[in-house]
C-alpha cells in the first residue's frame, strides 16, 4: 500500500509540473486568456450520515451559469459519493447533467506517532455524468474524468491546492475511445474567514485534447465562497 501510494504522488507531480511547464510557456500567448471569470457560492448542510449542498456559479464577461444541487452520502463500509444534479444555461441553451462523484483514496502524509495530521493531504476520485441538453441539433452524451487533489497547509486558517481533472467523453456524436478530450488544472488557495466560512481564490488552466497536443484552451481567475451549516 505504502508503494501504491508513492507512485500516485509521483504520477500526480509529474501533472503538476508538465502543467506549470506548459502554463509558463504558451499563457503569455493568448490575448483571449482572463477576459471570462469563474465565481461559485456553496452552501453546504452537514448532517450525520450525510451532506447536502448548493452550488450556484456564473461567469463574469459569459453568459454561462448554473445551479446544483447535491447529496454526499458517507456509509460505513464504503468511501463517500455525491449524487448531484446540475442545471446550466448558456447562451439560450439549457443542459440538464446528473453526476456522481467518488473519493476513492483521502491521505494524509506525515502523520505524526499519535496520529495527528501532517500537513500534506493528498486525495483522488472520479466522476461520471451525463450531460443532456434541450437545444435541437445537440447530442446527448456521456463524460468521465478523474480528480486529483494535492493539498499543502501552510497556516492554520490557509491551505496551498493544486487539482488535476483529465477528462474523456463518449456517447452520441463522441469518440469511444480511450484518449483524453481535455484536462482542467487549478491551483489556488482555501481561507478560513470563520468556523463556518472559505474562501478559495484560483487560476483555472484548461488544456486540449490529447490528439491535439494538450494545447492550452483557456485561462481565467476563479473564487469559490463555501458556508457550512450544521
Not at 448532517?47 to 452550488?55: E, L
Amino acid at each position: 500500500m505504502q508503494r501504491f501510494k508513492s507512485i500516485l504522488i509521483g504520477m500526480l507531480a509529474v501533472a503538476l509540473i508538465g502543467t506549470v511547464v506548459s502554463y509558463k510557456e504558451e499563457a503569455i500567448a493568448a490575448s483571449t486568456d482572463w477576459e471570462i471569470s469563474d465565481h461559485n457560492w456553496d452552501v453546504n448542510w452537514e448532517q450525520s450520515g450525510y451532506d447536502v449542498g448548493v452550488n450556484v456559479r456564473n461567469q463574469y464577461r459569459s453568459d454561462y451559469d448554473h445551479v446544483e444541487l447535491s447529496i454526499t452520502l458517507r456509509p460505513m463500509f464504503f468511501t463517500p459519493f455525491t449524487v448531484a444534479m446540475r442545471v446550466a444555461e448558456e447562451d439560450d441553451a439549457r443542459e440538464y447533467r446528473p453526476t456522481l462523484t467518488q473519493s476513492v483514496i483521502n491521505w494524509n502524509v506525515l502523520k505524526d506517532e499519535e496520529g495527528n495530521n501532517g500537513r500534506i493531504n493528498l486525495s483522488l476520485g472520479h466522476r461520471i455524468e451525463y450531460r443532456y441538453y434541450e437545444t435541437d441539433g445537440v447530442d446527448a452524451n456521456w463524460r468521465y474524468r478523474g480528480i486529483a487533489k494535492l493539498g499543502l497547509n501552510v497556516l492554520d486558517d490557509v491551505n496551498i491546492w493544486a487539482k488535476v481533472q483529465p477528462r474523456f467523453e463518449f456517447g452520441e456524436g463522441k469518440e469511444d475511445d480511450f484518449k483524453v478530450d481535455d484536462i482542467k488544472n487549478q491551483v489556488g488557495l482555501s481561507i478560513k474567514l470563520g468556523d463556518n466560512a472559505t474562501l478559495s481564490p484560483y487560476v483555472e488552466y484548461l488544456m486540449d485534447s490529447q490528439d491535439n497536443d494538450f494545447e492550452r484552451k483557456e485561462v481565467m481567475v476563479a473564487t469559490a465562497l463555501t458556508f457550512k451549516l450544521n
